[in-house]
Nanobody, 115 residues
């Protein structure tokens, strides 16, 4: 069964950086992957996505220039490098892929940006 496991979350001060990882139980090299986040009381939103070979990435305005998505298909892992973090980036971060019409999600990793 396909599983996604996120890691790397934690408490960081405003302006700080974190790198999140998402490791899959299957080969990822044919799938596009996205990172999403959900803050308390808010809907889940996409924060980045990357094509299967890593040649194309996309970010919303809210994180563009601060977040960088990358992938290492040999390790079945996708990364989200986050810098210049703001309190409004506080959320549970999830990775997700779509396979055969089914969307799979990890359990998430909590990022808290606070002084």
């Amino acid at each position: 069964q396909l599983q996604l496991v996120e890691s790397g979350g934690g408490l960081v001060q405003p302006g700080g950086s974190l790198r999140l990882s998402c490791t899959a139980s299957v080969n990822l090299d044919v799938y596009a992957i996205g990172w999403f986040r959900q803050a308390p009381g808010k809907e889940r939103e996409g924060v980045s996505c990357i094509s299967s070979r890593g040649g194309a990435t996309n970010y919303p305005v809210s994180v563009k220039g601060r977040f960088t998505i990358s992938r290492d298909n040999a390790k079945n892992t996708v990364y989200l490098q986050m810098s210049s973090l703001k309190p409004e980036d506080t959320a549970v971060y999830y990775c997700s892929i779509g396979v055969g019409g089914v969307r799979y999600w990890g359990k998430g990793t909590l990022v808290t940006v606070s002084s």
